[in-house]
């Protein structure tokens, strides 16, 4: 199981932006017209999907799809700056981006 760390101000800005509605947070690692490489994205999406497994990481319900889980180490930080809007993935040996963007697929269920 993966476990992800978050900051204080990166754990904040999560919590502001799942609000009152139940989601769950999903770390994706995006391959759609992206060329070679993937990028890595966070979703919120209104709830755990078939293929999908969970990630430690506190009091935030955060998943990942079982064949994403291969990008990743075991143990990873999450963090935020207070003047930029995205967020910063790292494990102790990489940085996966330093511009991991946040995108809210709830209401996009309901349609």
């Known amino acids: ?3 992800l760390e978050l900051s204080p101000l990166a754990e904040r800005r999560l919590q502001e932006k ?3 509605e139940p989601g769950v947070i999903k770390l994706y690692y995006d391959t759609e017209g ?3 490489d993937g990028i890595n994205t966070l979703l919120i999406q209104n709830e755990k999907g078939q293929f ?3 990630i430690d990481a ?3 319900s955060f998943v990942v799809d079982q064949q994403h889980q291969i990008f990743y180490e075991d ?3 999450l963090d935020a700056e207070e003047n930029y809007p995205a967020f910063k993935l790292r494990s102790k040996s990489a940085t996966y981006s330093s511009n ?3 995108r809210d697929m709830r209401h996009l269920a309901a349609q």
């Open 1 to 3: 199981m993966i476990k």
């Open 100 to 102: 991991v963007q946040l």
């Open 52 to 54: 999908d497994l969970p």
């Open 18 to 20: 799942l609000g009152e």
């Open 58 to 60: 506190g009091g935030l």
């Open 75 to 77: 143990t990873l930080w």
């Open 34 to 36: 992206c060329g070679c």
